[in-house]
């Protein structure tokens, strides 16, 4: 760990003085492109101590719409994670996740809280292309389209130099899970919303302590409503109960085991099917016959059934051997009602702007 306490940071390979930061625009004469701008910006409302914080919600199941935070949120969440992983002085952290976004953002909150050494690059699909060959770091936060480049380009050992790593904005399909089995640094996948300042809960991917549930980070009081989603209070949340819409199973009080969107139930024949459980037998028997590409399931009209739960894959059409090998895996591990009756190719899914598929606006595009 370095000895002394940073004075500055990195962003997109220059460095910034905190106490130029603060009278930022003032005392920074170099040019900043738009993202730098917002950067920056925030560094200095938060160096100056503003109190409340607007953004907005990712709009992956629904339009993105502002929401406003309040400094104790983010500091508590914050000092939350910092804890957890044993975040301090001198530990240096890469941001790289869009910091307009309280992924990204809270990687700053982090970093400022804890003095920790910030290097900061535009989002990108290898954030470690942009950054010194020879940089190390303790902590980052990814999406799992950013981990699979990352890992694809050879940079598992800079992972691995890493004391653990966040993985958010979207589920880790199978073929990424087993990427990262061999890595010593501990890969932790996080649930959490912008309501709740990032992450509330995280799951271990990797090592002797991965494990298929999600467990709740202390002071948080994780409960359920009547229709079996997951409810959420705690200091993060300014103390008010916020009611998602993910249907969960409690293993008790601190465990529980994320089961998918009550939204995306699909209604087959009067049988309700989770979307996301069926998606996720899907992405293990694509990647059984050689085919690891992203996918997922939604309800389409049908005269007789009301909806056909139908599976979107993004590319090429199977073959019709690779057709009949994929629905024979799926017979034998999904409920009747549950296989897909349907097989729909889209030659490229939609993203919002913080990498999590945009079931929607792919569904309007075909």
Known sequence: MPATLPTSLLLNGREYAYAAIREYPAQLDAPVNGYEAKVLDFIRQ??????????????????????VLRRRQLEASARRTADFFDLGPGDRALVCLNCEYIGG???LVRGLERNMHL???EPHADPFAYVAA?????FSAFVPLQLKAVLADGHAARLDNMKAFLIGGAPADASLTQELQPLKAAAWLTYGMTE?????ALRRLNGPQAAPTFRVLPGIAAGQDERGCLT??????????????????LLDAHTFEWLGRADFVINSGGVKVPAEKVELVLDVALAEIGQSRRCFVAG???ERLGQAVTAFIEGPALSAEQETLLKALLA?????????RQFAYVPEFQMTATGKLNRAATLRTL
């Open 46 to 67: 938060w160096l100056n101590g503003t109190q409340e914080f607007t953004l907005t919600t990712s709009g992956s199941t629904g339009p993105p719409s502002p929401i």
């Open 105 to 107: 953002m809270m990687m």
């Open 119 to 121: 290097t900061i690059v």
């Open 134 to 138: 020879d940089a190390e770091f303790d």
């Open 196 to 200: 709740t300042c990032s992450h509330v």
């Open 232 to 249: 959420l209070r705690g200091d993060v949340t300014d103390d008010q109960l916020i009611v998602t819409n993910d249907v969960a199973q």
């Open 300 to 302: 389409q009209p049908d």
């Open 332 to 340: 034998e591990r999904l409920g009747r009602y549950e296989q897909p």
